[in-house]
Nanobody
Framework: QVQLVESGGGSVQAGGSLRLSCVAS????????VAWFRQAPGKEREGVAC????????YFDDSVKGRFTISRDNAKNTVYLQMNSLKPEDTAMYYC????????????????WGQGTQVTVSS
C-alpha cells in the first residue's frame, strides 16, 4: 500500500497560481501512474490529469489544458500540479491517486488515494 500526502492548496484570487504536491511513500511500482482528481461542492469527483513514471502525461479536463501542468520528480517520490490562471470554477478539493495499471479519468485503476488539499479561487 502506498501512502499519499497532498499539500499546496490555499485561497487565491482569480488569475493567481498554486502548485500542489503529492508525496508518495511505499512501493515505487505502485506509483507508476499518478493522477490528480478534484471534487467541487455538490459535484462528483473528476479526473484532472495523470502522469506516468516516464513523464508521459495526459489531461482529462479540457478546461485545464494550457493552464495546469502535471509533472513528477521520481527521486523525491513527488508529483506536482502547477495551476496557473486559476478561475473560480477551479475551486475544489484536489486529490492525488496512484496505481500501476494505467491512466484513466475514473477510479478503477488507482489503488491509493490521498486525503486531499483544498483550493479556493475567489473572483
Amino acid at each position: 500500500q502506498v501512502q499519499l500526502v497532498e499539500s499546496g492548496g490555499g485561497s487565491v484570487q482569480a488569475g493567481g497560481s498554486l502548485r500542489l504536491s503529492c508525496v508518495a511513500s511505499g512501493y515505487s511500482y505502485s506509483t507508476n501512474y499518478v493522477a490528480w482528481f478534484r471534487q467541487a461542492p455538490g459535484k462528483e469527483r473528476e479526473g484532472v490529469a495523470c502522469i506516468h513514471r516516464s513523464g508521459d502525461s495526459t489531461y482529462f479536463d479540457d478546461s485545464v489544458k494550457g493552464r495546469f501542468t502535471i509533472s513528477r520528480d521520481n527521486a523525491k517520490n513527488t508529483v506536482y500540479l502547477q495551476m496557473n490562471s486559476l478561475k473560480p470554477e477551479d475551486t475544489a478539493m484536489y486529490y492525488c491517486a496512484a496505481g500501476k495499471r494505467g491512466c484513466a479519468d475514473h477510479f478503477a485503476p488507482y489503488d491509493s488515494w490521498g486525503q486531499g488539499t483544498q483550493v479556493t479561487v475567489s473572483s
